[in-house]
């Protein structure tokens, strides 16, 4: 067994040894059996939350609503989550209550897909009700149960389902797979929150073009925030996610693929519920890609951007046209910069009014504006005396003209 499953055997014993059951549950069991390298290890067990915290000394209630606490153990923590049913879906979201149950099975029921709906026990052994790993071995993606009824009660495993094609490069099977465009409207009830995070994971896959056009085959993308008759759009998208390309690049990539500009994109990525922060990023990667589609890279326009957003945006350029892509020329013009920002100039605004016995105004960030030119184009070393020489200069020039 992986060492992940080794380290956290003691705390199925434990929870054994008070009298319950426990096994390891989900991906990290599905991922086991393909023999993929496993993140995390999830724990399903039929004792109560409240019993877990008398078998356990430390725990921390992080999702106790639906019945999961995290349980430390020597160096780490687990996610354990009480053997649940999920009952009354009336509005094809969330189930309307948790029930707590005893039974494995019935806990592997529930579960979206008969590869995720597979347990291990801590010795290594495999229950497996609804024949998970035959799916596995035929490396397909099908509902437990009639999948109309599953994606019924909560969409979003429809979305999933593409999601996993993208990260395994599974299939998805006949009926699962019909079910999907027959049942797409449903996704329109899902929170963006809950999309967002598995688009992403779909976005970063090995099979993402595939998915993309799945997507936007099975109507399912009508349903996702901005993508509503974006069909041509998303497949050029696609297209172009041939490069190695970060999340921010690929989101930056399939705003430029959209052709949205100003307000719009940050309407777009605000109702996929970005961060602020995020959103700022990028926002500013997809302006430096507008404008290298205009102008070529100079010692300006690398300075303005700072070195990340830069070559971010030069990746992005790439993946549309490959021929004219140079990081080489992003990295060497960063490299020539004297100074990397404003804070950096050997002179201040006060030393300017100083200098020029001025009151403060729109000229002095003006000048201040000057300066930092003349600097970074290397019309000036960043030395004060030497700018101060500069401006003078820079001033009876002005005067005459
Ligand atoms: P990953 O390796 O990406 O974490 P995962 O299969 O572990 O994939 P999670 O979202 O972490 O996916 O969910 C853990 C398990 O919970 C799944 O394997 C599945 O059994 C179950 N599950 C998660 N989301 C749903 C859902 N929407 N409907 C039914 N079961 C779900
Ligand atoms: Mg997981």
């Known amino acids: 067994l992986p060492n992940l499953f080794k380290e956290a055997a003691p705390v199925l014993e434990l929870i054994e040894n008070a009298g319950y059951e426990a096994y390891f549950v989900g991906g990290s069991v599905r991922d086991h059996l ?17 019993e877990l915290k008398r078998i356990f000394s430390k725990t921390v209630d992080v999702g106790i609503e639906h019945g999961t606490i995290l349980v430390h153990h ?23 209550s948790v029930t707590f149950i005893r039974s494995l099975k019935e806990d592997l029921q529930r579960r979206d897909f008969t590869m995720n709906a597979i347990a291990m026990d801590r010795t290594g052994q495999i229950i497996d009700p609804f024949g998970g790993r035959d799916a596995i071995d035929q490396r397909i993606i099908v509902t437990v149960g009639d999948p109309d009824a599953r994606f019924g009660e909560d969409a979003l495993r429809m979305l999933r389902a593409v999601r996993f094609l993208s990260q395994l490069s599974f299939s998805i099977e006949q009926h699962t797979f019909e079910s999907l465009a027959a049942n797409s409207q449903r996704l329109e009830n899902i929170a963006a929150e809950r999309k967002l995070s598995e688009f992403e994971k779909l976005l970063l896959g090995p099979r993402r073009q595939e998915a993309i056009q799945l997507l936007s085959k099975s109507g399912m993308s009508r349903y996702l925030p901005g993508l509503n008759e974006k069909n041509r ?14 999340l921010a690049e690929i989101w930056v990539l399939l705003l430029f693929e959209l052709g ?5 994109v940050d309407n777009f990525l605000r109702e996929w519920k ?3 922060q995020k959103i700022k990023r990028y926002k500013q990667i997809h302006s430096m890609l507008l404008h290298r589609f205009e102008y070529q890279w100079n010692l300006e326009s690398v300075y303005k951007a700072g070195l990340d957003v830069a070559i971010s945006a030069e990746k992005v350029f790439g993946s549309l046209r490959q021929d004219e892509c140079s990081l080489e020329v992003v990295i060497q013009l960063y490299d020539l910069l004297p100074i990397y920002n404003r804070r950096q100039l050997a002179v201040s605004g006060n030393d300017v009014m100083t200098w020029m ?45």
């Open 34 to 50: 393909l023999g993929r390298s496993i993140a995390d290890v999830d724990i399903a067990t039929s004792a109560l939350p409240e």
């Open 74 to 96: 020597g160096r780490n923590h687990y996610e354990v989550t009480t053997f649940r049913s999920e009952t009354g879906y009336s509005d094809f979201r969330r189930p309307d």
């Open 233 to 246: 759009q998303l497949i050029s998208f696609s297209s172009h996610l041939t490069s190695d390309l970060d």
């Open 260 to 264: 949205l500009s100003g307000k719009e």
């Open 274 to 276: 970005h961060s602020v």
């Open 357 to 401: 016995t001025k009151q403060p105004g729109p000229w002095l960030s003006e000048t201040m504006a000057e300066i930092e030119r003349a600097v970074i184009f290397g019309k000036v070393p960043n030395e004060k005396e030497k700018l101060k020489e500069w401006l003078n200069a820079f001033n009876r020039e002005s005067e005459k003209n």
